[in-house]
């Protein structure tokens, strides 16, 4: 589309990665986790502002950076994180520059199908954000403790409203329910050209009464978030980098040689063929050095990268691009990253994503038949119970259940079933020492290559290593006669976060590997890093290899390994956890029984979430449970299953259907899971979750079900009954 004075809007609905969202805690007893903040935007001083017409031009926004995708959100405050569709509701464009005294902003939108634009409030108001409107947040000092965010919101006739986001006071009322005290009086024009609204904003830095007299713009750095709420059904509320305020991106601009970058496609997302394009332009008077990577990652295919490194002359502009003639996979990844030829100065550096509009897999829902449920362990307004796995011994009737007393609590809490998880023990003696381990303890049925076989409980964090109490060392105890008595507490030498999460026999039984997630070796500046590691044992799980570094993502934090060996028994498959909420889930494979790991993939939809336990069918078929953490999934913060196949997993696509199994009355607080197939068929699983609204804390509960019934189910929904 070009409008009438040339402006090509070829914008591309993909989501923004959130770097600076919360990192959900492991456990609630140790200071919270938060990611660390990512490198600012470097910004070029513009050296004229744009006019603010309404009509975004190229040549007056050359200097600014420019952003496709904003994130899209289920409700105003709460990001969706990952689901942004390819209709018209996800094309739209953000530009940020500034001049000495004056942050200037843009957002470039397409009309929905050509529908005009809600617009029912025709006086000031902060309600007219239930028009079609626009947001704006500029934060003077987004790294001070206390510090406030200036809103201006509008809609299409420009009235909207002014508001003052304190951050870090004592007094939390929403300032739309405060007296105005404020009002900025930022130049402000808007329009519609050729089925695309353009609104144009400048912000005077004088007009915010955080900012220091004759502060200018290259003084410090200034937080920036826009925001486009749509208001065709269903109503969508989106923004550049993930939430409503509170979630500024820091920005600095400055007078010295700095690249001008902008990143676009000449198509829409999930719409091929598209060309990706990375506009990389020196607005400065003298030549720059610039190193400028685009890859292209599709869970299904081979990375795609165009990487260059050159020197920009004055006014001169290089692009890289990077052509997908078949985006049909189930995620998708645009890095876009401009540094100094040496890496050591980051000017631009943002990742973008998208998953295909699909619809989400049917759901069975389980939850309210509470025939089905049995209650291990209940919680009380005094007691949590949390964290269980279970194990299923060789005669198919015998259960164990260990779990945690507190959220990553003291170990020790341990039942036994005799009937298949019907019914249950009251706790059994364990050694006192299990109580000084914390965190997560799991269950395994262990043989060495003796032929021994032994009962092992592994917790995650125990007397020793380096980090307590965030990260201390792994501890394991054992039964030789099937759980009647167990060998105190005794540490293996591990430093973790987690237990070993998956334990799996290879090389014909002559080996084990054990897979977890700990800190970072050696990590000085983030202290909540999470990475995959892999340990080994050939005396049937008594001692344990140093850690091997599987996956480690940056600034990312990955966990909870669950390892699957595929049905012709050739390959390893692990799935894992991805705990900023700004990746889908991830999976890596094996084809050597675990001596090499393949590179990172993305998981289908469907499977994305937390702590995934896995059992086979006897059609061969998979059901994996786990906390559904799925962005725009109907069943999010809830126990469920997938239902589906392996070659569904490592071929991209996203299974059969879902299992609601449990509801849980306090958000994502539940889901991890024992998951065991008796002999009758009868599938139990088991987790720790607050099981109903009141002041009772998280109880264990299991939900038992026949595969035969579900499948039932899921063809009555498919069938529209």
């Known amino acids: 589309m070009t409008n009438r004075r040339g402006f090509k809007a070829t914008t591309l609905g993909i989501l923004l990665v959130v770097c600076q969202m919360q990192l959900a805690p492991a456990q609630p007893s140790t200071p919270a986790e938060s ?43 709460v990001s ?6 390819k209709n018209a509701q996800g094309q739209v464009r953000g530009y940020v520059g500034a001049t000495d005294d004056a942050i200037h902003v843009a957002v470039v939108s397409r009309i929905p199908d050509g529908t005009p634009l809600k617009a029912t409030f025709k006086q000031d108001t902060w309600e007219a954000v239930g028009d079609d409107s626009i947001e704006v947040f500029v934060n003077p000092t987004p790294e001070a403790e206390q510090r406030a965010d200036y809103q201006r919101l509008f809609n299409s006739l420009g009235f909207g ?49 955080g900012v220091a007299p004759g502060r200018k713009a290259t003084d410090g750095t200034w937080g920036v978030n826009l925001c486009r709420t749509w208001q065709k059904t269903p109503m969508t509320w989106s923004s550049l980098f993930g939430g409503y305020a509170k979630n500024t ?70 692009e890289l691009r990077i052509k997908a003639d078949d985006l049909a996979t189930t995620s998708v990844r645009l890095d876009a990253v401009v540094t100094s030829p040496d890496g050591t100065v980051a000017w631009y550096d943002r990742t973008t994503r998208w998953i295909p509009d699909t619809q989400p897999l049917p759901v ?30 060789p005669d198919g009737k015998t259960m164990f259940c260990v779990w945690t007393t507190g959220h990553g609590g003291p170990c020790g809490p341990l039942k036994r079933s005799d009937d298949g998880g019907l019914t249950w023990s009251d706790l059994l003696p364990v050694p006192d020492n299990w109580q000084t381990t914390r965190n997560c303890p799991v269950l395994h049925r262990l043989t060495d290559p003796e032929g021994v076989t032994r009962l092992f409980v592994f917790a995650g964090q ?83 290899s140093p850690w091997r570094v599987l996956v480690d993502l940056g600034k990312q934090k990955v966990g909870e390994p669950e390892v699957i060996r595929s049905p012709n028994g050739t390959q390893l498959l692990c799935l894992i956890r991805e705990n900023l909420r700004t990746e889908p889930s991830h999976f890596i494979t094996s084809d050597d029984e675990g001596k090499t790991w393949s590179a990172v993939q993305d998981l289908p939809p ?38 589906g196949r392996y070659e569904d997993i490592v071929g991209g696509r996203d299974g059969g259907y ?39 804390q998280n109880s264990l509960v299991s939900v038992r079900f026949k595969i035969a019934e579900t499948d039932a189910m899921a063809k009555r929904l498919a069938a529209g009954r």
Request: proline fraction near 9%.
């Open 606 to 643: 469907g499977l994305h979430g937390d702590r995934h336990q896995h059992i086979f069918l006897p059609d061969g078929r998979l059901v994996i449970a786990f906390r559904d953490m799925g962005n725009g999934s109907p069943t999010h913060d809830h126990f469920v299953a997938w239902v």
């Open 80 to 85: 969706t994180g990952l689901l942004v569709t």
């Open 462 to 544: 125990g007397p020793g290593g380096t980090r307590q109490p965030d990260s201390g060392t792994m501890h394991r105890s054992y039964s030789l006669d099937d759980g009647k008595t167990w060998s105190p507490m005794e540490g293996i030498g591990l430093e973790c976060v987690m237990p070993f999460t998956s334990i799996v026999p290879v090389e014909g039984g002559k080996k084990l590997i054990g897979l977890t997630n700990i800190r970072r070796l050696g990590e000085t500046k983030d202290p909540w890093s999470n990475i995959i590691t892999q340990s080994e044992s050939t005396d049937g799980g008594l001692t344990w």
């Open 249 to 318: 991106r820091s920005f600095r601009f400055t007078q010295a040689p700095t690249p001008a970058v902008q990143v676009s496609s000449d198509g829409l997302a999930g719409d091929p063929p598209v060309t990706f394009v990375m506009r990389v332009f020196n607005p400065s008077g003298s030549p720059l050095e610039v190193k400028a990577a685009l890859s292209l990652r599709q869970s299904t295919r081979p990375e795609s990268a165009s990487t260059d490194t050159f020197t920009l002359a004055a006014g001169e502009v290089r």
């Open 364 to 393: 069975v829902d389980l939850s309210e038949e509470t025939r089905r449920h049995v209650v291990i362990a209940p919680g009380s307004k005094d007691v949590y119970q949390g964290h269980p796995t279970t194990l299923l011994l």
């Open 658 to 696: 879902k299992i609601k199994l449990l509801h849980s009355h306090k958000g994502s607080d539940c889901g991890y899971p024992g998951l065991e197939l008796l002999s009758d068929g009868t599938i139990v699983a088991t987790t720790y979750v607050k099981y109903r609204s009141g002041p009772e």
């Open 35 to 77: 990611s660390p903040q990512p490198v600012p935007f470097t910004v070029p001083l513009m050296r004229q502002p744009p006019t603010i017409d309404g009509l975004v031009e190229p040549d007056e926004w050359a200097a600014s950076l420019g952003f496709d995708g904003f994130v899209g959100a289920d409700k105003v405050g």
């Open 161 to 209: 409203a002014y508001l003052v986001h304190d951050i870090g006071s004592a007094d939390q009322t929403p300032p739309w329910l405060k007296p105005a005290t404020w009002r900025g009086d930022w130049p402000m024009k808007q329009a519609v050209h050729d089925g695309w609204w353009h609104a144009e904003v400048t912000i005077p830095l004088a007009s915010m009464p």
